[in-house]
DNA sequence: TTGTCTCACGGAAACGATTCTGCTGGTGTT
DNA sequence: AACACCAGCAGAATCGTTTCCGTGAGACAA
């Protein structure tokens, strides 16, 4: 079996209570006694136990991460990011996908955990409540909460929307569709009214048929697209919630023999590695995704030792980068 | 602060003991008992703590899953089936990227978890070493090891590759180049290995510079095809050990004015959703990379129950997906 | 009635750490 | 020489479970 505390006093002929000092650093001890303990441990191999630790100081040095399903690019990277963060801490993350779970079942994480990180979905308001009403340290992927006293990691959808919108309208296109995200992603919903309130704003029109859903992949996207494409009056470019979906509508405009930009523009959000090599390249807002997993891990940590400090919210800045798939790259203006 | 088991066997006036039993269903226990027990349980809104129910079991519900990193689709896939697999069992999932951390922080991870599993590699040879030594239960996503006393779940990568091989061959290509993985992935090694082997075994000639190495992602696929491209000798086709670069090799391709699959056929490894929505579609090995996830999960349970059972490595297959890009669609067959 | 057996349940000892409290012996002051 | 003081360490309580062992009460046979 694993040697315990007690092995490594018994070997160094000191308490356990002295192992456990020269462990942590958290009192004086003797030169001498600190290497006759160190021997010890050194010998035996020794290893804490996380859980006993975990048991006295009811604190488990573990993170959860709470997100709909996994399958995706963009759940890779908000993992990648949350766990380097953690790990430099200290800490480990505990990763669990939401979908085809009770909210029932989501709650035996708490204990496991310090502190979590949500995806925010109205799909998830049950298991917020009982969060929340189990006082569990919870960081949103989305917007704050101040009813439930929850901080929030989120994208600057808006501005971002804003952002590429204005740049379509500023290179001549007006008929802009829209291919948005599920309703269970707030970020989905928030692109979605961004473009509506833009285009009201810029006096543009919103047919119907041009405001389109997918599920934040490439098929859905390719599927949406198709649906645009059969629409008496064919958009002149198309905003598409995420890149996967804008890469699945470019395939679609390609299928129809029409040509992206100069038929459609298209433009994505996300910003993801395989865009900058479609052709034409993905114009896209950029977010740093995994940024945004770090930056969540680092509210988490910091709320969890501020339980009681006010709520925060952090925006995260998106930007866009243009380039050849909505038709005012710097190449084209070259022509 | 959170009700203990305490407070239950207060308020229901029974022993803790009697909690426990009702709550785990190990021993008789009256109606009426249970009933009083099961009020104060929900009055109380009480949930064991997994810590301290860790510490009296010796185990703690936890796996641990072990990769390079995590910013990738593959992994994405792999950490979706294994969550899923393990939350199905009650067990929760820590997932942990080795890149840029020591063994020895590696293993902080085993004290928390019940069993791990681990992505083969030269690299983290250390790091099983330790394992091995701590006698920590652990699936490899490689081969197994019998000196480690290490069971494995490994794609079936020679088929695959063979497969992938004589299909371009008996479709008249013989210029068969290949876009390889990083010598750090063992996957990527075997690909490569049966590749010489099969181009070995038909006496076809492997060219210098028919071997390119990849990154496993979509710009060193893009950059290992420039390469080919610039050779004496263009090759007729080529085979990438995933798909991920076999996209950007078609890119590659395209940027070169050349055409998929008439003048370069392209094969890939993994059967990438994406991959299907390619222009033309991408013929792929496909491996069904979550069902790895599971599987891993699967084994490690089983070996948990069976520490001293004999190694066991299960192998999944692989197919071949044919699609327009290796120039032997249906499609194509019907012209 | 007495003895035996079984069934429910209570008591208490683990599990392996942290940490509070208090003891001991050496040093420094007067 | 007497005393206070402090550094360094040991003892023991504690965290919240599971589980072994034992006990009392009731059922049943003798």
Chains 1, 2 share one sequence.
């Not at 604190?59 to 690019?73: P, Y």
């Not at 949500?118 to 049950?126: K, R, Y």
């Not at 890469?247 to 433009?267: K, T």
Request: hydrophobic share 45%; with cysteine; proline share 5%.
């Amino acid at each position: 079996m694993r040697a315990t505390i007690y092995d490594v006093a018994e070997r160094a002929k000191v308490s356990i209570a002295t192992v456990s000092r020269v462990l942590n650093g958290r009192a004086k001890v003797t030169d001498e006694t600190r290497a006759r303990v160190m021997e010890a441990v050194e010998a035996l191999n020794y290893r804490p136990s996380p859980v006993a630790r975990g048991l006295a100081m009811r604190a488990t040095s573990v993170l959860g991460l709470f997100h709909q399903n996994f399958q995706s690019i963009y759940a890779a990277q908000v993992i990648s990011g949350a766990e380097s963060e953690a790990a430099a801490a200290g800490y480990a993350l505990l990763a669990i996908q939401i979908e085809g779970k009770e909210w029932s079942e989501l709650m035996r994480i708490p204990g496991r955990a310090d502190g979590v990180i949500v995806t925010a979905s109205p799909d998830n308001e049950a298991f917020l409540q009982a969060l929340a009403q189990a006082g569990t340290p919870t960081v949103l992927l989305g917007h704050a909460r101040q009813d439930l006293k929850m901080d929030g990691v989120v994208p600057d959808n808006r501005q971002g929307t804003i952002a590429a919108l204005e740049h379509l309208i500023a290179h001549g296109r007006s008929k802009i569709a829209h291919i948005a995200g599920p309703e269970s992603s707030t970020n989905a919903v928030e692109r979605e009214q961004s473009y509506r309130d833009t285009m009201a704003q810029h006096g543009l029109p919103v047919p119907d048929g041009y405001l389109q859903h997918g599920e934040f992949n490439f098929v859905t996207g390719t599927t949406a697209m198709e649906r645009l494409l059969a629409l008496p009056e064919i958009p002149d470019a198309v905003f598409c919630a995420n890149d996967m979906m804008a890469m699945g509508a470019m395939q679609a405009i390609a299928a129809a023999d029409l040509r992206v930009p100069d038929d459609i523009a298209v433009i994505g959000f996300d910003g993801l590695e395989a865009g900058e090599y479609m052709t034409p390249p993905l114009t896209t807002v950029f977010q740093p995704i995994e940024d945004i997993g770090r930056e969540a891990v680092r509210l988490l940590l910091w709320r969890i030792e501020n339980r009681e400090a006010p709520v925060r919210e952090e925006i995260i800045r998106t930007q866009l980068i243009v380039r050849g798939s909505c038709g005012a790259s710097a190449e084209h203006e070259n022509l």
